[in-house]
């Protein structure tokens, strides 16, 4: 059964800190991996992931696929409390342009 | 976590025929159901909020009388494309969500509509 994990669920942390966010996968036909932001509405997107090893990165945050292992980290550095949300991962079919499986998200909360 | 079934996963209709999509929360009320649209390469785009036994918030530009939404119930929306056409297919998500609006919303798998 294609699944996609993301750990931990919920996350604490004071604003300055660094947090890495985690995101496995078992998926046929991988394509791609995408990380969103959501707050309170619509998740904005992030980063698209295709390749390993490769690090996609704006500004405080970056992000990296390893598909050996099967997973994706999403860090973001000297956080504030606008980054306080829910990331989404997300990872693509090979055979589709649209479908996605979801991961459940963790909810980051940066406290002052 | 909270579990959102969404079904149809895939679904292929003729132009001019009206298609309708569930979205359900399995082990929990969802009080509040969003519903999105996704275009190739894009993020989402929501469409519509609903709460349970109310009329749908649709964003700007959304036509209301062409994506019909009913949260008849705390565990199932439904959204329906009426009169679909080509230019209707894409990916479309809901998402649920419990409580507040500060508690957190869970996503279905999402629906591919291709219209022909």
């Known amino acids: 059964e294609d699944k996609v994990v993301q750990s931990p669920l919920s996350l604490v942390v004071h604003e300055g800190d660094t947090v890495t966010l985690n995101c496995s996968y078992e998926v046929t036909n991988f394509r791609s991996l995408l990380w969103y932001k959501q707050e309170k509405k619509a998740p904005t997107f992030l980063f698209m992931l295709t390749s390993s090893g490769i690090e996609k990165k704006s500004g405080r945050l970056s992000s990296i696929l390893d598909k050996k292992e099967l997973f994706s980290i999403l860090n973001i550095t000297a956080t504030q409390t606008g980054d306080s949300a829910i990331y989404l991962c997300?990872?693509?079919?090979?055979?589709?342009?649209?479908?996605?499986?979801w991961g459940a998200g963790t909810k980051l909360i940066i406290k002052p | 976590g909270a579990v959102v079934s969404q079904h149809p996963s895939w679904v292929i209709c003729k132009s001019g025929t009206s298609v309708k999509i569930e979205c359900r929360s399995l082990?929990?009320?969802?009080?509040?159901m969003f519903w999105y649209r996704q275009f190739p390469k894009q993020s989402l785009m929501l469409m519509a909020t609903s709460n349970e036994g109310s009329k749908a918030t649709y964003e700007q530009g959304v036509e209301k009388d062409k994506f019909l939404i009913n949260h008849a119930s705390l565990t199932l929306s439904t959204l329906t494309v009426t009169s679909a056409h080509p230019e209707d297919s894409s990916f479309y998500i809901c998402?649920?969500?419990?409580?507040?609006?500060?508690?957190?919303?869970?996503f279905g798998q999402g629906t591919r509509l291709t219209v022909v």
């Open positions: 997300a990872v693509k079919f090979m055979d589709s342009n649209y479908q996605l499986i």
């Open positions: 998402s649920a969500k419990q409580g507040t609006m500060n508690t957190e919303a869970f």
């Open positions: 082990d929990f009320q969802a009080t509040t």
